[in-house]
C-alpha cells in the first residue's frame, strides 16, 4: 500500500497499491465501493481535489488519472507532452493540478477541464516533493539536483531558489499561515525558509540520519520531523528551539501525522507498530499493533474521529480514536485480486468478489473459509455490506 488520502469531507478513503489498483472505501462501514482499473502497472499516489469533486491517481505508467469519487467514473487522462508523469498534487483551491514528470519537469493543469496550462522549466531529472503555499499561489518543488524551488502558479516564473541542502531533499510542507515552508533532507537538517525571500531562518540539527517526513501542526506552532534514524522531534518553529524527542521506535520511521485538533501526533516506521504521542509534552499515549509489515502512510480523517495506516503487508487499517484514552481499531481493509474483504476485531466481516483462499479464520494450525465456522461461533458472522462496524 502507498500514501493514500481521505476525501475533504471523511467519508471516502483512496488508496493506492502495487496490485496496479485505486480503491475508494467508504470510511464508516468499511465498503470497497470502487475500484479504479486502467494504470495496469503500480499505482504510487492519490490526491483529492479541494472540494472533494475530483480524484487524480498517478502510477508508474506515465499517465494521471481523473475519476469521479462519488461513481468511479474515468473523467480524463493527462499525458505528459513528452515524458512520463509520475505524480499528482492539487493546488489549495480549485481544482489546479500539478504534475511531476520523469524528466525533472512539472506540468500545470485545470484539472475540471484538463486543459494544460504551462510547464515549469525545473532543469533537473526528478522531482522528488512537491506542496503548495496555503494561499495556492505558489508550487514548491523538491528537485534532483537538491534544491527547492517555488514557482508563482499564474506565471509559471521562478520566485526563489532554496539551494543550501546537502542531500536529497523528501518532504516539504507549508507553515498554515504560509509564513514559513519547511524542509526534511537526507542529510539529516529539517530546515526552515521564508517562502516571499527564500531566507534560511532556521537549520535544526539534532537527527542523525535522513528526513523523510516534516509536518506542521494545525496552529502552526509546532513542527514534527521523522527520520531513518527512528525518532520524530518536535520543534518550535518560531525560535528553532528543540521541544521533545520521540524515542520509542525501534527502527526507520516514514510518516507522521497531526491530528486535526493538534492534540495528538501519530508516528510509523519499520518496527510495524503505530504510536500515537501527546506533542506538547511528547509524552506516549497509545501502541497500535496489528500490521505485519513496516508502514509507510499514516493520515487523520479531516473530522479527527479516524486514523488510516497502511504499508507493505497490503492493509489498510482503521482506527478509532473519538475516545483519546482508549483507541481501538475499528477495521482492517483488504484488497484483493478479484474482490476485496473488511474485518472487524471481534470476528464480524464483509467481502464481496472471489475472496477464495485470501484470507480465512485460523484456530490453532487448522484454517477455514469465511462463513464455515458462523454456525459454531457467535462472534464471527458475516455483515450486510453497507453495515457499519
Not at 35 to 64: C, E, I, Q
Not at 308 to 323: E, P, R, Y
Not at 326 to 350: F, Q, S, V
Request: aromatic share 8%; proline share 5%; hydrophobic share 40%.
Amino acid at each position: 500500500m502507498w500514501p493514500f488520502a481521505f476525501r475533504p469531507d471523511g467519508a471516502q478513503l483512496a488508496t493506492s497499491s502495487n496490485d496496479g489498483t485505486a480503491r475508494l472505501w467508504d470510511a464508516e462501514t468499511g465498503q470497497c465501493r470502487v475500484v479504479l482499473r486502467g494504470h495496469g502497472r503500480r499505482v504510487t499516489g492519490v490526491a483529492f481535489s479541494p472540494d472533494g469533486g475530483l480524484l487524480a491517481s498517478s502510477g508508474n505508467d506515465g499517465l494521471v488519472r481523473l475519476w469521479d469519487p462519488r461513481s468511479g467514473r474515468m473523467i480524463r487522462e493527462l499525458r505528459g507532452v513528452a515524458d512520463n508523469l509520475t505524480s499528482a498534487a492539487f493546488n489549495t483551491r480549485d481544482s489546479q493540478l500539478a504534475t511531476a514528470t520523469n524528466d525533472g519537469g512539472v506540468h500545470l493543469w485545470q484539472a475540471g477541464t484538463g486543459t494544460f496550462e504551462r510547464e515549469l522549466n525545473v532543469e533537473t531529472d526528478h522531482v522528488w516533493a512537491q506542496a503548495f503555499a496555503p494561499s495556492g499561489d505558489v508550487l514548491a518543488t523538491a528537485n534532483d539536483d537538491d534544491s527547492v524551488r517555488l514557482w508563482y502558479w499564474t506565471t509559471g516564473r521562478e520566485t526563489v531558489n532554496l539551494a543550501d541542502h546537502r542531500g536529497r531533499v523528501r518532504s516539504i510542507d507549508f507553515q498554515p499561515g504560509g509564513a514559513l515552508v519547511a524542509t526534511g533532507c537526507d542529510d539529516g537538517v529539517v530546515r526552515l525558509w521564508s517562502p516571499r525571500t527564500g531566507e534560511l531562518t532556521a537549520a535544526l540539527r539534532g537527527h542523525g540520519d535522513r528526513v523523510y517526513q516534516v509536518s506542521f501542526s494545525p496552529s502552526g506552532e509546532k513542527l514534527a520531523s521523522a527520520s531513518n534514524d527512528g525518532t520524530v522531534r518536535l520543534w518550535d518553529p518560531s525560535t528553532g528551539d528543540l521541544l521533545h524527542t520521540l524515542t520509542e521506535h525501534g527502527g526507520r520511521l516514514w510518516t507522521t501525522a497531526f491530528h486535526p485538533s493538534g492534540a495528538m501526533l501519530a508516528s510509523a516506521g519499520d518496527d510495524m507498530v503505530v504510536r500515537l504521542w501527546n506533542p506538547s509534552n511528547g509524552r506516549l499515549l497509545h501502541t497500535l499493533t496489528g500490521h505485519t509489515r513496516r508502514v509507510w502512510s499514516a493520515a487523520f480523517s479531516p473530522d479527527g474521529s479516524l486514523l488510516a495506516t497502511a504499508g507493505d503487508d497490503g492493509a489498510i487499517i482503521l482506527w478509532d480514536v473519538t475516545n483519546r484514552a482508549a483507541p481501538a481499531r475499528r477495521a482492517t481493509l483488504l484488497g484483493l485480486a478479484e474482490g476485496w474483504a473488511a474485518l472487524a476485531p471481534d470476528g464480524r466481516y464483509k467481502w464481496e468478489g472471489n475472496a477464495t483462499a485470501e484470507f480465512w479464520y485460523a484456530v490453532g494450525m487448522c484454517r477455514f473459509e469465511p462463513g464455515e465456522l458462523d454456525a459454531y461461533l457467535p462472534e464471527v458472522h458475516r455483515l450486510p455490506l453497507d453495515a457499519p462496524f
